[in-house]
T-cell receptor, first 112, second 113 residues
Framework: DAKTTQPPSMDCAEGRAANLPCNHS???????VYWYRQIHSQGPQYIIH???NNETNEMASLIITEDRKSSTLILPHATLRDTAVYYC?????????????FGKGTHLIIQP | DTAVSQTPKYLVTQMGNDKSIKCEQN?????MYWYKQDSKKFLKIMFS???????INETVPNRFSPKSPDKAHLNLHINSLELGDSAVYFC????????????FGPGTRLTVL
């Protein structure tokens, strides 16, 4: 799986859009970008994933650059409950039952 | 309805004891996992099972023995507990065809005294 780089922490005001960047410059053509988050004292939660097109679901939007070397997770209207550690993971879809490789992630703090 | 459940939520025990953590999923998934999250918050895969068969064992001491009685359950038994085993253990499940979308349980915080 390609390596990812994320800022260790970010702040965002409640009600504003939170934009979380991820660099994955060594991504391969068949690797997807996945985002998970872990709210304090809970298990990780799947958010969204994409290959090269932008994706949106009820939780977030994922913007992947044209060269696929970086991406941004967007929480459109952040709430206090979005305070969590966000993990960007790159891997081949359905790449076997070898588990997810979590890095250090970005600790997003939503300020009231 | 809880998708992935673990029991107990907290487990405090003495060094040298043997303990088990249970995991159950009601999502109809065929693949289950155990992850360990240490005090520095790093989350690492320990085991994965597909249809009750061990797929991955990531350099985990043999004091840890997962048991899968059926596809919906993956229990973790730990023998001769050590201080370094203190951590939060997460169970997860997925479909083998979609192993990237995993559903995690709430975690079991194990404290070894």
């Amino acid at each position: 799986d390609a390596k990812t780089t994320q800022p260790p922490s970010m702040d965002c005001a409640e009600g504003r859009a939170a934009n979380l960047p991820c660099n994955h410059s060594t991504i391969s053509g068949n690797e997807y970008v996945y985002w998970y988050r872990q709210i304090h004292s809970q298990g990780p939660q799947y958010i969204i994933h994409g290959l090269k097109n932008n994706e949106t679901n009820e939780m977030a939007s994922l913007i992947i650059t044209e060269d696929r070397k970086s991406s941004t997770l967007i929480l459109p209207h952040a709430t206090l409950r979005d305070t969590a550690v966000y993990y960007c993971i790159v891997r081949v879809s359905g790449g076997g039952a070898d588990g997810l490789t979590f890095g250090k992630g970005t600790h997003l703090i939503i300020q009231p | 309805d809880t998708a992935v459940s673990q029991t107990p939520k907290y487990l405090v025990t003495q060094m040298g004891n043997d303990k088990s953590i249970k995991c159950e999923q009601n999502l109809g998934h065929d693949t289950m996992y155990w992850y360990k999250q240490d005090s520095k918050k790093f989350l690492k895969i320990m085991f994965s099972y597909n249809n009750k068969e061990l797929i991955i064992n990531e350099t985990v001491p043999n004091r840890f023995s997962p048991k899968s009685p059926d596809k919906a359950h993956l229990n973790l038994h730990i023998n001769s507990l050590e201080l370094g085993d203190s951590a939060v253990y997460f169970c997860a499940s997925s479909l083998l065809t979609s192993t990237d979308t995993q559903y995690f349980g709430p975690g079991t915080r194990l404290t070894v005294l």
